[in-house]
């Protein structure tokens, strides 16, 4: 099993805010990080769980940017 390694979290500024990210933009970051992750995944489940992950945020980012 491999190891799991603490990094050490930075300590919170309550003067900085953290920035703000609309949702739409941020499906879209998930699906380009999919997009880089999947052809380093070689686990047959994990890549069937990638591709249900990415067909249901694409279909979530479609929905949201198709003109009613």
């Known amino acids: 099993m491999g190891q799991v ?3 050490r979290l ?3 500024d309550a003067s ?3 920035p703000d990210i609309d949702l739409i933009t941020a499906v ?3 699906l ?3 997009a880089d992750i999947a052809p380093h995944v070689a686990l047959a489940s994990a890549r069937a ?3 249900a992950c990415r067909e249901m ?3 979530c980012f479609d929905a949201a940017v ?3």
């Open 16 to 18: 900085e805010a953290p």
């Open 66 to 68: 198709e003109p009613r």
């Open 49 to 51: 769980q990638l591709a």
């Open 32 to 34: 380009r990080d999919l």
């Open 5 to 7: 390694l603490q990094f």
């Open 28 to 30: 879209d970051v998930a």
């Open 10 to 12: 930075p300590l919170a």
């Open 57 to 59: 945020l694409q279909a």
